[in-house]
Structures are given as C-alpha cells and as structure tokens.
C-alpha cells in the first residue's frame, strides 16, 4: 500500500492524508524539511481527533530557530503504510521523520517493527533514552518499543503516543528553576542529522538545548 498523497493545509484530516505546513521564519537559518507521523487506526478513520501531529507541529515549532516545512502524516496501524510512507519522507528530503503512536505491547503496534524493516542503520541510544526519560513519570514506560534509525540521509525517530510524554522525551527533565537534569533526545538530533549530510539545525535553547562537541565546524552556505 503506498503512502497517501499530499494536500494543503497546516493540520493532516484523518484518513491517511498528508499536510505541507511552513512554520517560523528566519531568513539567517537554513530552512529544513521535516516529517511528522501520527500513527492511530481511531484517530485515522475519524474515531476522535488526532493531537499527535498538532503536538510535534507545535513543539518544533518551539524548539527551533530553522524555518520548517512540514511534511505530515496521519495513517492507521497498518505496518505496510508505515514502512511506505516512511520511505516517501525520505524521498522527498526530509532531515528528519518524528513518529509518534504504535509502539506499545499491543498486536496492532507496528511502528517500531515497520521503522526498522525500512532501515540503513539503527540509533539504539534514542530508545534507551527515552525510556529512562519516561521511567521518572510512569513504570509502564518498559513496555515502550521506540527506536530510532537512518535511512539514508533521514534520522527517523519514533516518539510516544501522549503529548505530554513526547515533550518530556524531547526536552528531558528539569529542575523547580529550569536548570537541566537529565537531556532529551532532542539534545543529539542536529550533531546527528550534521552527520548524515542534513541541513544545519539550530535550537531554542530554552527549550532544548543542542548539543554538538567543539570539534564540529559549521559547513558554509553555498
């Protein structure tokens, strides 16, 4: 089955649309293209409304100072479309894919099992981290599958399925004053996407701070 289509708008309507959104503007940062993916067989066909893609627009949209293009997604469980509509995103160039949804214990939970069948590379430590992230908030947190791969020039990235729990593994833990305590795994994507020959992403650094080591050169703009 392929991937669905594109169509206008900021929001993806349920039943495997695609949405292409721009958001910020910055004409000083390099602009990048990035997928978002909310995988829920009810919120897809219209049972409720999806708050998966809303929530990773929106926290991107914080944590960066690049002007996005949005490229989203809301698919059902069905780990065909997953592993399709994640190798479009990457055809069409985007830096990076965030999912969010799937990766429980539950028979219908494919996306980890999907993500990998389209894989060059795993990124285990994206996994490990979040769930040590979200062990501070629930024990179930074991029972989260999430992993993390390239392909290609891609980072795809799985996420939770609770808005909440996607902010708090991407910006990790915090102090009463703000100060960081554990780092999110947003903290390693642009050191990671420089690696793979992406664009150069600058974060807020009040939101996530990103982390890349001294040795790293910013590549000149052509």
Known sequence: MSAAGPSQGAKAPSGGSAAHAVASVGASF???????????????SGVYEDKGLPALQEWLGRALHNPIQFEARLIADEQTTIEDTLIALTDAGCALVLTTGGTGPALRDVTPEATLAVADKEMPGFGEQMRAISLHFVPT???SRQVAVIRKQTLIINLPGQPKAIAETLEGLKDADGKQIVPGIFAAVPYCVDLIGGPYLETV??????????????????
């Open 205 to 222: 650094d009040a939101v996530c701070k990103g982390f890349r080591p001294k040795s790293a050169v910013r590549p000149a703009r052509g």
């Open 30 to 44: 390099e602009p990048v293209r990035i997928g978002i993916v909310s995988i829920s067989d009810r919120a897809s």
């Open 141 to 143: 947190a074991i029972l």
